[in-house]
């Protein structure tokens, strides 16, 4: 298995411009989730999908992010308009039902709005 | 409180001693509590997982829970300096379903 797969790896964009992050998770896993990770606030959820639904998005910070999924292999976090507190690595992992099965990571995307 | 505590480190321990990480927790009805090693630059790993009271043994690697205490520990036995990482504990609420709770993580240096 290719494990879970984001892109863009790097990402720099000037402050204003839309910015689109994409993930596609592991085959069968039924849940998605995009993590944000700064050095002051850790690792902070975002949103996560089960079956392709949003289950939790009040962790998305303002109306300017917006995440789907539109079907089981791909998801995308769009920040619109980009501003220079944004940055910060954006991580998607993606875990199966079951006894509180841990997660698997994607490589992330580090975001740099200037 | 936080809803995970850790201590950020850096914790130093010479190679071949006993690394011990700790973390607290605020949610009393915790059930499943999750180490992660996560290198600079790198993502999060999974270790170990454990959902049960008392020790879990994976190698050099130990997991205890004690929930009346609320407290999750790792230890790592014979400690290397690829062991050297930032150490993230994570927890899943109730009700919170797949939803996890990391803490902000201890960097460990093993000092060969």
């Known amino acids: 298995d290719a494990g879970v797969i984001q892109s863009p790896r790097h990402e720099v964009t000037e402050m204003g411009q839309e910015v689109t992050l994409r993930c596609k998770p592991i085959s069968g896993h039924d849940y998605l989730f995009w993590y944000r990770q700064t050095m002051m606030r850790g690792l902070e959820l975002l949103i996560y999908f089960n079956n392709n639904v949003p289950i939790d998005d009040s962790g998305m910070p303002e109306d300017r992010f917006s995440a789907k999924m539109p079907n089981a292999s791909f998801s995308t976090l769009k920040i619109q308009p980009s501003e220079p507190r944004d940055s910060a690595v954006y991580f998607c992992a993606s875990s199966t039902t079951g006894a509180g099965y841990g997660y698997t990571f994607g490589s992330g995307t580090r975001l740099t709005v200037v | 409180q936080k809803e995970v505590e850790q201590n950020s480190g850096p914790l130093s321990v010479p190679e071949g001693a006993i690394a011990s990480l700790n973390c607290t927790y605020s949610d009393r009805g915790s059930q499943s509590f999750f180490w992660y090693r996560q290198y600079s630059g790198k993502s999060p790993e999974l270790i170990m997982s454990i959902y049960s009271n008392g020790d879990k043994e994976d190698g050099r690697f130990t997991a205890q829970l004690n929930k009346a205490s609320q407290y999750v520990s790792l230890l790592i036995r014979d400690s290397q300096p690829s062991d050297s990482a930032t150490y993230l504990c994570?927890?899943?609420?109730?009700?919170?379903?797949?939803?996890?709770?990391f803490g902000t993580g201890t960097k460990l240096q093993v000092i060969p």
């Open positions: 994570a927890v899943i609420k109730p009700g919170g379903y797949q939803k996890v709770t």
